[in-house]
């Protein structure tokens, strides 16, 4: 499972209400990944980070916002959740690449978030 | 921006028989495509890539071709059991700025009728 975790696994909660969902690692990976999947869309790529305090967009970027203060923690936060929030997320990590050059990506387990 | 296509969205084949899936991608600086496959409730879980540099990857009863002139590349599972049922997902990554993104494809459900 390539030492990620995510927290919470589930949530529920109400509209308007700030949601901070946290992705730990535990190998020092320099690239980690936020993604939200819902039926008919596949994964999609919300935030990304390639080092402490770097971070950029994804294509649905809108109403989230992002945070790594330290190597092993990347935050998502909706800062006033909506229904269209509603989804499975799931963060990613890029394997810090060997000799030959890795470029695999590994999954956490997901959290499931619905917005009432 | 950056797209992948992904066909079929649904794929049903008799245990035994091969399966294929197709994907396009629009970015030509990609150069890795990875495959992943997801169960019911769980994480995506890679189970083969392909560099640009090489045209086709077995691994058992799974391979991988790519053809960079067409931006094409596939999945091919042979001999399918019911455990390879599952939505399989594609994905392009290249380089930009130096920084790595991972475009994936909507998916498809494979079901392995016995």
């Known amino acids: 499972d390539a030492g990620i975790t995510q927290s919470p696994r589930h949530k529920v909660t109400e509209t308007g209400t700030p949601v901070t969902l946290r992705c730990h690692q535990t190998?020092?990976?320099?690239?980690m990944y936020w993604y939200r999947q819902d039926p008919g869309h596949g994964l999609r790529l919300i935030h990304y980070?390639?080092?402490?305090?770097?971070?950029d967009k994804g294509e649905v970027s809108d109403g989230y916002s992002v945070s790594r203060s330290k190597t092993e923690d990347f935050l998502l936060t909706l800062e006033s959740a909506t229904s269209s929030q509603t989804s499975v997320y799931f963060c990613?990590?890029?394997?810090?690449?060997?000799?030959?050059?890795?470029?695999?990506?590994?999954f956490g387990p997901g959290t499931r978030l619905t917005v009432t | 921006g950056e797209n992948v296509e992904q066909h079929p969205s649904t794929l049903s084949v008799q245990e035994g028989d091969s399966a294929v899936i197709k994907c396009t991608y629009s970015?030509?600086?990609?150069?890795?495509f990875p495959w992943y496959k997801q169960e019911l409730g769980k994480r995506p879980q890679l189970i083969i890539d392909i560099r640009s540099n090489v045209g086709e990857k077995k691994d058992q009863r799974i391979a991988v071709t790519l053809n960079k002139t067409a931006k094409h590349f596939s999945l091919h599972i042979t001999e399918t059991q019911p455990e390879d049922s599952a939505v399989y997902f594609c994905a392009a990554s290249g380089t930009t700025s130096g920084t790595y993104k991972y475009i994936f494809g909507t998916g498809t459900r494979l079901k392995v009728l016995a």
């Open positions: 980070s390639y080092g402490v305090k770097d971070t």
């Open positions: 190998e020092n990976h320099r690239y």
């Open positions: 970015d030509s600086a990609s150069n890795y």
């Open positions: 990613a990590i890029r394997e810090t690449p060997g000799l030959a050059g890795s470029y695999e990506q590994y």
